[in-house]
């Protein structure tokens, strides 16, 4: 009876159970074994295991020979791939069996298929993997903490990590992170109470991230026992949520401060939605606007009213977006100018649904356009009928625009001066300080600046102003470009320049004039005394020849007269002409204007000249004296030139302080001034055996240089050559 109750018993077993005997042949078996491992046969008693069961891993095979042996084995759960390329889970216990123990030598075998189990816990561990979802659970009665694999992995520990519940706390970053999670343990503990919330870990690898913790509380008899939750990275997640708050939030400032509406319009309904800053561009209340399209259309100007509703149309049947400006009319009466732009979303059948825009007030922009269109006509105008020079200027100098007083202040066309920058036409000397001036400006946006400069017009000429400038700068605070005031004070310069040589030469020729009067008295009185003789011997001689001798000395000593007086009248020409005469000259143009009127002279002589006269060196002087000087030592080089040597002439300026040296050096005959260096510049002093040589070129000459503020010297030796130095005031 007791083995009835056993066999019966075995083979209702809601498991899997088989019986072997040493031969590995079934002795017993259950229903669910028959129904699960069994190839379906009705009795498989005395057969063999592996032979009428399906196919199971060669692991399970090893176990149940080592199980008649006498040794047990458990598996919990064991993978392997059937023939047919499915995946299996087993799990089995085997327990060996002899006679003293149950009445048999063999094993008894538990086998349970738990693929489904398993797929499924796999497929719940790949959802976690790939949603980053683990779980834990902190057992408040054994003080021990619990972590899936998945909730190791976000916070960068070892598999084999266990942690307990101050080390779970302290990867919560420091500060309200960790407060908040101690504060929500606390009281899930002692109320009960779950918890959701998010907050920043700082993981194994010291790496910052967000993560969802979840909480439930298990109770027994009122007090808290287990903690279960979840545990999931949402870090990016939450960097998007907050990046997209921001930006939202940055939207909303925005909107707010540019003044910009947004609105949709429900074409199936006919409902206008707007927000709040719509009723403010609008200066309308809630209450004022029933959301039909004809509230909005009624505010619109009349002058644009159809443009602006053939547009809405055009949108609305898909020909175009709406994107046009226009003009409402407040309550109050006053403009507003609108930009309004839109979109029309449409459903699958491409029936329009809904059109969605946003509106900005440009009134200020358009009023701002409006002030300045007439400033910048207001400014052209005053700067093309300036009475002074204006220009606009490039940060590097380059002209950009020019008006029609600097360009008759400089002689060139607009057109001609575009093409240049202005240090093209800069005086040498004023380049270093216009660099200096632009640094100031360009650079360093400095307004209200003056800087006094010289240029040369297109005639070569200097021309004196004063610079004033006011830098423009583009949205970056860079200087974008400068506009520039240009005061031709030309004729001031030269004023100034005449009135301070005037005092010099007014000083000068009083010096001059005095020496002038000894002249005058040695030179008459010579006259006068040998005119006195010769009239005495008239008298007493009585020879007829002897006295008609006489006579012709007489004539010629009166004819000497005549030309001493003649020569004194030119020099009083020159002590007393020069004042009002004195200008800015080029010598390099003058020196021109010379060798061409001596050309003939200088190709009959086969001279040849070296000229080496900065294009940029002006002087203050007599137009006419200073040619008369020119010509006078140029015609004097090659009167005296050595009958040795092919005439050679060099012809150099260079500056000295506040003159400028014009040297003329020759090769020719030379002068002994050992013997006649204190007479050279003397009046009928010659000094070579020259058949036109008066001795009164050099007289003059020295005279007109000085009459001009100037001096002159020589340096000479004899056969060797002359240099000439004539000192001019730098205009």
């Known amino acids: 009876m007791k083995t009835l109750a056993v066999d019966f018993l075995l083979k209702e077993s809601p498991n899997a159970i088989a019986i072997v005997d040493t031969k590995l042949n079934f002795i017993s078996y259950s229903n669910q074994w028959q129904e699960k491992f069994s ?15 399906i196919e199971t891993p060669n692991l399970f095979k090893v176990a149940v020979k080592n199980g008649i042996k006498g040794q047990e084995d458990i598996n919990i759960g064991q993978k392997f791939i059937l023939p047919d390329g ?66 190791k992995d976000i916070h960068e520990v070892e598999a084999d990590f266990v942690p307990n519940l101050e080390e779970g706390i302290n990867f919560y970053k420091e500060g309200v992170y960790r407060d908040k999670i101690s504060y929500l343990i606390s009281i899930a503990i002692a109320e009960g109470k779950p918890f959701d919330t998010e907050l920043i870990i700082i993981t194994a690898k010291n790496n910052e991230i967000w993560v969802c913790a979840k909480g439930e509380v298990e109770m027994l008899n009122g007090k808290a026992v287990r903690i279960i939750g979840t545990f999931q990275d949402i870090d990016e997640r939450k960097k998007i949520e907050l990046a997209h708050q921001e930006i939202s939030e940055r939207l909303k400032i925005t909107t707010q401060t540019a003044k910009i509406g947004t609105w949709n319009y429900d074409l199936v309904e006919k409902e206008l939605e707007w927000d709040n800053e719509m009723y403010r561009i609008f200066d309308l209340n809630e209450n004022q606007f029933s959301g039909a399209f004809e509230t909005w259309s009624s505010t619109i100007d009349e002058t644009d009213k159809e443009r602006i509703l053939a547009a809405t149309f055009d949108a609305i049947k898909g020909m175009k977006d709406f994107d046009e400006e226009y003009r409402i009319k407040l309550q109050n009466g006053s403009t507003r100018y609108i930009k309004g732009i839109s979109k029309t979303i449409r459903d699958i059948n491409g029936q329009p649904i809904k059109m969605t825009g946003a509106n900005w007030d440009i009134t200020e922009l358009r009023s701002t356009e409006i002030e300045l269109a007439k400033s910048t006509k207001l400014f052209a105008e005053t700067f093309e009928h300036s009475a002074i020079g204006m220009a606009l200027v490039s940060p590097e100098l380059k002209w950009l625009k020019i008006n029609k007083s600097l360009s008759h202040s400089l002689g060139y066309s607009e057109e001609e001066l575009l093409k240049m920058t202005s240090m093209d036409i800069t005086h040498p000397d004023d380049k270093p300080g216009s660099n200096s001036y632009k640094n100031k400006v360009v650079n360093y946006g400095s307004e209200h600046l003056q800087f006094q400069k010289r240029y040369f017009n297109k005639n070569g000429n200097i021309v004196h102003a004063i610079i004033g400038s006011t830098p423009v700068k583009d949205l970056n605070g860079k200087v974008s470009h400068v506009i520039t005031q240009f005061l031709d004070i030309t004729d001031r310069i030269e004023a100034q320049n005449k009135l301070e040589a005037l005092v010099d030469v007014t000083k000068s020729q009083n010096e001059s004039l005095t020496n002038f009067a000894h002249i005058v008295s ?4 010579s006259h006068s005394t040998n005119m006195t003789m010769l009239t005495t011997f008239l008298n007493k001689e009585e020879d007829e020849d002897e006295r008609k001798n006489i006579n012709r000395m007489i004539t010629s ?36 204007q010379i060798t061409q009127s001596i050309n003939g002279l200088l190709e009959e002589q086969n001279a040849k000249l070296n000229i080496d006269i900065e294009k940029s060196h002006f002087v203050n002087a007599v137009p006419a004296y200073l040619e008369s000087i020119f010509l006078n030592v140029l015609t004097n080089a090659l009167k005296y030139r050595s009958i040795q040597r092919t005439p050679v002439i060099k012809i150099k300026s260079e500056i000295k302080g506040e003159d400028i040296v014009i040297s003329f050096t020759d090769n020719g005959q ?59 005031k730098k205009s």
């Open 39 to 53: 190839l379906g046969e009705i009795d498989i008693i005395d057969k063999n295991l592996f032979d009428h069961t």
């Open 86 to 151: 499915k995946l299996q889970w087993l799990k089995w216990k085997i327990i060996p069996s002899t006679i003293e123990d149950h009445g048999f030598d063999g094993a008894i075998i538990f086998l349970d298929n738990i693929t489904a189990v398993q797929k499924e816990l796999e497929l719940l561990h790949r959802a976690e993997e790939v949603a980053r979802i683990g779980c834990w659970e902190l057992d408040l009665i054994n003080n021990t903490v619990h972590w899936t694999k998945t909730t």
């Open 522 to 525: 040695h030179n008459l009185r």
């Open 557 to 592: 000593a009166t004819e000497s007269l005549s030309e001493t007086i003649a020569h004194l009248n030119d020099v009083v020409q020159v002590k007393t002409g020069a004042l009002e005469k004195l200008q800015s000259i080029s010598i390099l143009n003058t020196l021109n």
């Open 670 to 728: 030379g002068i002994d001034l050992d013997r006649h260096g204190n007479t050279i510049f003397g009046m009928y002093k010659t000094f070579h055996k020259h058949k036109d040589a008066k001795g009164i070129g050099l007289f003059i000459t020295k005279n007109q240089v000085e009459s001009m503020s100037g001096s002159i010297s020589i340096e000479s030796k004899v056969d060797e050559g002359t240099t000439i130095f004539i000192k001019l």
